[in-house]
């Protein structure tokens, strides 16, 4: 028996029920994941499926079945003209169901990793890149209002010894704070957000603010070795660098 399943919001398809349940094993068909063959009035998770025994098929005639101009919508498993749709990262959404869909996501339901779109390499870069940007302004203004305080005339006192350690400990603070404190509460920094994308956990959801602060240090990490630890994102299936392996979190487009 042909199965058929859906894989970022399009029919994939048909597989074998053996090969089915081995998608499932490897973590491709969730258990939300919506699959039909033919005799099934509609599409229906797996794990609906499943409870009842793959391999039994209904007496309903089939459903229409997605083409490459329709798509199944993630909500209601139905299947419509892909420009009536809404897209959000991998997956699409009837109008119907657009109202509930949003409402989900204001609410931070989590969406299963086959509905998310990994941020590639070069945008995450340019994230990092305008985040090390801000903070390098912040530094230079803190140097610069400091810096009336290191050019005064006369002999030395002892707190112009101690003047870098504040600045160096000033800036290490805020680095932090702002790391996690954005990524911990809206889950992204402001360098993220310009490029549209955020850091979410590995089944979509929220990230934590210890994880957050986790996550600070394990990218201390990626960079000591000679960044290697940030261009492990360029190779890796879910473009996670060194430190989303470490944390478990993934970083998606918006």
């Known amino acids: ?150 050019v005064t005339p006369g002999p030395p006192s002892p707190g112009m010894f101690i003047l870098p350690f504040v600045i160096f400990f000033v800036q290490i603070a805020v680095a932090l704070s702002y790391e996690v404190v954005m990524v911990g509460k809206y889950g992204a920094t402001l360098g993220k957000m310009a490029c549209k994308i955020k850091v979410v956990t590995a089944d979509g959801g929220k990230v934590s603010y210890l994880r957050a602060l986790g996550r600070y240090f394990a990218k201390m990490l990626s960079g000591m070795i000679c960044l290697v630890g940030y261009i492990m994102a360029g190779f890796d299936e879910e473009k996670r660098a060194l430190h989303d392996r470490i944390c478990d979190t993934r970083v998606v487009l918006k």
Not at 40 to 66: C, D, F, I, K, R
Not at 91 to 96: D, F, M, P, Q, Y
Request: some cysteine.
């Open 1 to 150: 028996m042909n199965w058929y399943y859906v894989d970022a919001g399009q029919q994939a398809g048909p597989v074998e029920e053996s090969q089915l349940e081995e998608l499932q094993r490897n973590g491709k068909i969730q258990r939300d994941t919506l699959v039909w063959h033919e005799g099934m009035a509609n599409w229906q998770p797996y794990h609906e499926v499943s409870a009842a025994g793959l391999g039994v098929a209904g007496g309903a005639p089939p459903v229409a079945t997605a083409t490459l101009d329709t798509g199944v919508c993630a909500e209601c498993g139905g299947v419509f003209n892909l420009q009536d749709m809404i897209a959000y990262g991998g997956i699409h959404v009837c109008a119907t169901c657009k109202p509930v869909f949003m409402q989900k996501l204001a609410e931070g339901a989590r969406l299963s990793p086959s509905a998310m779109t990994y941020a590639t390499f070069w945008t995450r870069f340019a994230a990092v890149f305008l985040d090390g940007l801000i903070m390098w302004v912040f530094s230079f203004a803190l140097q610069m209002a400091t810096l009336s305080f290191r």
